[in-house]
């Protein structure tokens, strides 16, 4: 059975960071990612990685990072300077292929976490 299960989420105050944590188990991905949906919005690209590769969505560049510990099956999001506009359920999202990381869909991802909530406000 393959499972992605996302923590780390949380309430913050704008200007405040914080680490989110996707453990997998059940299979190997070739990609993995991070998209959001905040209410009334559509899903948001918002990071993917492949190997050693990362691709950010404009958004987050500058802001976020994705990294790998592959002795633990699990990435991670470091969000640092959080702003409201990045309240929204994260999810972790895998794919068994390597994808392109600058062409990415949500539909490219057969693999989704239950999702974590990130909000941010004063």
């Known amino acids: 059975q393959v499972q992605l299960v996302e923590s780390g989420g949380g309430l913050v105050r704008p200007g405040d960071s914080l680490k989110l944590s996707c453990t997998t188990s059940?299979?190997?991905?070739?990609?993995m990612g991070w998209f959001r949906q905040a209410p009334g919005k559509e899903r948001e690209f918002v990071a993917a990685?492949?190997?050693?590769?990362?691709y950010y969505g404009s958004s987050v560049k500058g802001r976020f990072a994705m990294s790998k510990d592959n002795a633990k099956n699990t990435v991670y999001l470091q969000m640092n300077n959080l702003k409201p506009e990045d309240t929204a359920i994260y999810y972790c999202?895998?794919?068994?292929?390597?994808?392109?990381?600058?062409?990415?869909?949500?539909?490219?991802?057969?693999?989704w976490g239950q999702g974590t909530q990130v909000t941010v406000s004063s």
């Open positions: 999202v895998g794919d068994s292929r390597s994808l392109i990381l600058s062409s990415i869909w949500a539909a490219d991802f057969e693999f």
């Open positions: 059940g299979r190997t991905f070739g990609t």
């Open positions: 990685r492949r190997q050693t590769q990362s």
